[in-house]
């Protein structure tokens, strides 16, 4: 289970803050399934100086109230008698039920397919051999690639190009500086 931490986000999504061109950033919420926030927490600094376009939070409820993109951040820890994962189930859930649809949902697997629900729902995108961390830098090159601002201001991700680019995060050049 996921404890929150004194002070955890002092930059709310809905703070966003605006990137040159005057653009609103992409509002991205992590959920965190089997992950410690602590550590979570240590990610946003990085995230945020690397990929000043995306303005990152964590969300502690189902609702992520004002992110444009919630991105399901599972460890996939699994029983070991049977490999069964409590956190893939958790976030399979949340992506087989949105409550907001008009909202990009996709879920980070620190790991690799096996450790996917045989069943899944929505986008699964996997960190193979790369650390969390490492992860969350190439899925945010991928999100950028994917979004787009329209004529009257919203944002819209392009869900079949986000599938395609960001399925398996280290079959790219996955370094945060690589851009």
Known sequence: MTQPIDH???DLASNARVPHGGRRALRIALRLWGIDERDAQAWLPGLRSQHPQLAWRIARDRAAAGADIVVHVVNPAARPSDGFCWNCIGANGAL??????ARTEVALLAGDAHAL???HAGLWTLAGTLDTRTALHA???SLQ???AHLSDGRLVVRHDLLA???ARLDAMDASPGAN
């Open 8 to 10: 955890p986000n002092r």
């Open 96 to 101: 087989a039920r949105p409550l907001d649809r």
């Open 117 to 119: 629900p045989h069943r």
């Open 139 to 141: 899925l945010a090159r």
């Open 145 to 147: 690639a994917s979004a």
């Open 164 to 166: 395609l680019i960001a």
